[in-house]
Structures are given as C-alpha cells and as structure tokens.
C-alpha cells in the first residue's frame, strides 16, 4: 500500500507520454530523419527540467520523499565509453521505435508486440550485469 503514489505517478508518466505523442513510432521516426523538432523539444524540455531540478536539489540540500539526503557523485568522463554506450541505445531505440520509458506505456496502450522489446531490454540488461566485471569501464 505505501509504494501506490508510485503507480499514480506511473499512470500520469503514461498519460503525459501518450498525450504528447512522445510514443509515437511515426515522431520518433520523424526524428530520426532530422523532419521535426517534435520530440528534439520534449527531449530538451526534459533536459531543462532535469538541469533546474538538480540545480535547485544541490542549491537548496533537497531531500527525498524519504528524508534521505540526496547525493551526486562525481564521474569521470570516458569519451569512448559514452560513445559506444549512446550508438548501442540509439540504434536500439531506432530498431524498436521505443526507448526505456516508453516501453511501459505501449504495453499499456494495448502494443502487446512491445513485451518482446521489454523481454530484451531485460535480457541485455542482466547480460550486461553478468558480463559488468569483464567490460571496459
């Protein structure tokens, strides 16, 4: 019963997705071709909100819904690495139409053809974890 303001939250993540057509395989697929600015601006929106979020989470000593202090860790950056890592997503995101957050909410609209996208973003994902210690990082 207490993680319930969690599936509300997912709720209204789906509806928002779904009312800004940000699951639409034809806008992604518009983006890709570089055709609209579409989903460019709900991406940036989505960086600018994250920008100010965190600005103010580190200005202010913001804490979580659970009290707990909130801590950014500082990384270093590995060009290559990121470089890999954002071709692997971005042709995955390109093949399935679909990246992470989405998933979910296709599932939820009735595109039952997405529980294989899901399966293999599960797979990959435990892939990864077996394989962590071995990879370049």
């Excluded at 019963?1 to 993540?13: A, P, Q, T």
């Excluded at 890709?32 to 965190?54: D, E, K, N, P, W």
Aim: hydrophobic share 50%; charged share 10%.
């Amino acid at each position: 019963m207490k993680f319930i303001k969690y599936l509300f939250i997912g709720i209204l993540f789906g509806i928002v997705m779904t009312k800004s057509e940000a699951i639409s395989w034809y806008r992604i697929q518009e983006m890709f071709r570089f055709q609209a600015f579409h989903m460019y601006g709900i991406i940036g929106s989505a960086l600018a909100v994250g920008v100010v979020g965190t600005f103010l989470i580190k200005k202010y000593q913001i804490r979580s819904l659970g009290g707990d202090t909130i801590h950014f860790n500082p990384k270093a950056v590995s060009v290559p690495r990121y470089l890999f890592g954002g071709i692997l997503f971005g042709l995955g995101w390109a093949l399935t139409g679909a990246c992470p957050g989405p998933i979910f909410t296709l599932i939820g609209n009735g595109f039952t053809v997405f529980l294989v996208v899901l399966a293999s973003a599960v797979l990959g994902t435990l892939a990864y974890g077996m394989m962590r210690d071995r990879l370049p990082h």
